[in-house]
């Protein structure tokens, strides 16, 4: 029996389509289940940009139906996978918040100032988004057992909470410790820090100088730079605060 996807009678639109060379802008066609093409005109090879794997990766026919998976193709799958698995992190935020709104968008603002950090400064992109995400998650349960937001009682009982969640979604192991130990002591740093701990500690104080009304205050602005900014790409984005702050 042939694979479903690999026979023709169970093919749609577009899964014949055209693609452009990125060497010399040719009409490059591809089927949907080719892995490669070179291009006519000057003879560069092109990846199937719209080729999927999936399959690939559970089907014990795999290598006789679709030969090796190039590298390229497997690191953009990794890609997806992780960009997957960070959006089921931020969903099981938003349902353990529910209404909490404010709680909501505040990790939604960290998680978007770290992802800004993230793409000049580097670091673990699963490990800064899931801390980023899950950062206050202890915040209701502090205030039902002690009655206070404080960030000593938030980091107490942040990290069960987020260990439930990761290990749920089946997140590495050392991956999800390492996410719970950033949330663990996210408003109290170690004389040296990890770049991952770095990057999400600015986001957070990215959001808190917008929350609280610093971004207005120059002064205050230019200490708390001097004080918690260690990367330059944060530094950059908290002046840009002070500055918008100005045009409002």
């Known amino acids: 029996m042939k694979c479903p996807g690999q026979d023709w009678r169970f093919w749609k639109p577009g899964d014949v ?12 066609e591809f089927f949907k289940d080719e892995v490669r093409r070179k291009c006519r005109s000057c003879g560069h090879e092109i990846v199937n940009p719209k080729i999927d794997f999936g399959c690939a990766q559970w089907c014990q ?19 997806e996978q992780k960009d997957l698995l960070r ?16 709680r909501v968008n505040h990790a939604l603002k960290v998680a978007r100032h770290a992802e800004q950090i993230l793409k000049i400064e580097g670091g673990n992109p699963l490990v800064v988004m899931g801390a980023a995400y899950l950062h206050d998650i202890g915040i209701h349960e502090a205030e039902k057992k002690y009655g206070s937001t404080s960030g000593q009682y938030q980091e107490k009982e942040g990290p069960p ?3 439930g969640i990761l290990k749920r979604l ?15 002591h996210h408003h109290s740093p ?23 009304g610093i971004s207005k205050d120059r002064e205050k602005v230019e200490k708390i730079i001097g ?11 908290a002046g840009e ?8």
């Open 241 to 248: 605060l002070y500055l918008t702050s100005l045009r409002k």
């Open 190 to 212: 170690k004389e040296e820090e990890t770049l991952n701990f770095q990057i999400l500690y600015e986001a957070d104080w990215l959001v808190n100088i917008e929350e609280d």
């Open 61 to 79: 026919y795999a290598e006789q139906c679709v030969g090796v998976v190039p590298d390229e193709v497997k690191a953009k799958q990794k890609d």
């Open 17 to 28: 389509f055209d693609t452009q060379c990125p060497k010399c802008g040719g009409r490059v």
């Open 87 to 102: 959006e089921r992190i931020s969903f099981e935020m938003k349902k353990y918040f529910g209404t909490d709104f404010k």
């Open 161 to 163: 909470i987020a260990k």
């Open 170 to 184: 089946n997140v590495r192991e050392e991956m999800a410790e390492e996410i719970c130990d950033i949330i663990g």
């Open 227 to 237: 004080k918690v900014f260690r990367t330059v790409t944060g530094k950059k984005l």
